[in-house]
């Protein structure tokens, strides 16, 4: 089993065909099929059915994807400590949360350890997020959640020991056109909102869930898209839309749209990590920097 195969390994996961992997490694269609069969001899097992829409992880190779994310993380670890380089974590993020609560933490991060280098990546989609946590793709991840464990908001954590910690509330808003009928009552229960449109992204989005514990799912739901969209569609008067604060504090202050007197209680930013992995370093700095 050498390093190159794992890397290959992972690249066919992630582009779904050989081809797709072949160009984005740079290498020859023939090359990465035969790394991959060469994989699969050295361990005894096949990795991927092959089909004609491509290749597709069969349990072996779901049980092998964690076991090469976390080996190619340690050579990279030990490549780094060896040739004296600076740590490196990698922090995950929502792309909803990545440019108004990243930047805070990356402050702390420089203040507290000024060698620490934090590479970021953001995803729009939690579950994508969690995966490479648990894989060991990165190091730790910022999302939305709820209640005392981690998945309570509705979404089912993948199968590792993570750990998590409460980094500050997010508060939500149910917004509307500010012509809407309950722009102007003094308190709005989930009853009221019965024949709304509510305006929606994809049902593993947190403010699905969010609304799925909120206002429950006698409402209509219509996919709009990102919360950009959805403060949009709403603003037109298109349906209502329960979306972060943060995200439509401008157009509230303005008065571009009216926020309905729902009763929301806040989610948590939460900061997801393998329990596992505590000892890496610059991991705990980041721990301590997200949670300050």
Request: hydrophobic share 50%; aromatic share 4%; with cysteine.
């Amino acid at each position: 089993m050498e390093l190159r195969q794992l890397r290959t390994f992972e690249a066919v996961i992630e582009h779904g065909t050989v081809t797709d992997a072949a160009n984005a490694l740079g290498l020859a269609p023939s090359s990465v099929s035969e790394q991959i069969r060469t994989l699969e001899r050295s361990l005894g097992v096949d990795l991927f059915d092959r089909g004609p829409k491509g290749m597709r992880l069969t349990g072996a190779g779901e049980r092998m994807r964690g076991w090469a994310g976390r080996l190619l993380t340690q050579a990279e670890q030990a490549r780094r400590e060896v040739a004296g380089g600076p740590p490196v974590v990698r922090l995950g993020a929502l792309e909803t949360i990545a440019a108004t609560h990243v930047p805070a933490v990356l402050a702390r991060v420089a203040e507290r350890r000024p060698g620490l280098r934090v590479e970021v990546r953001s995803d729009a989609a939690r579950d994508q997020l969690l995966a490479a946590v648990a894989a060991g793709d990165l190091e730790a991840a910022l999302l939305l959640d709820a209640g005392t464990g981690l998945g309570d908001l509705g979404f089912a954590p993948p199968p590792a020991p993570l750990g998590f910690v409460d980094v500050e509330p997010v508060p939500l808003a149910l917004v509307a056109a500010p012509g809407h009928p309950l722009a102007a009552a003094p308190r709005v229960a989930a009853a009221d909102l019965a024949g709304e449109r509510l305006l929606v992204n994809v049902p593993a989005c947190s403010f699905w869930l969010a609304g799925e514990r909120i206002i429950g799912s006698g409402v209509e739901r219509v996919r709009a898209g990102s919360v950009t969209v959805m403060a949009s569609w709403a603003e037109r008067g298109l349906g209502i839309a329960l979306v972060p604060e943060f995200a439509v504090r401008d157009r509230l202050e303005s008065g571009a749209l009216a926020r309905l007197a729902l009763d929301a209680p806040d989610l948590s930013l939460r900061l997801v990590w393998r329990t596992d992995r505590e000892t890496m370093p610059g991991l705990r700095e980041v721990l301590y920097a997200a949670s300050a």
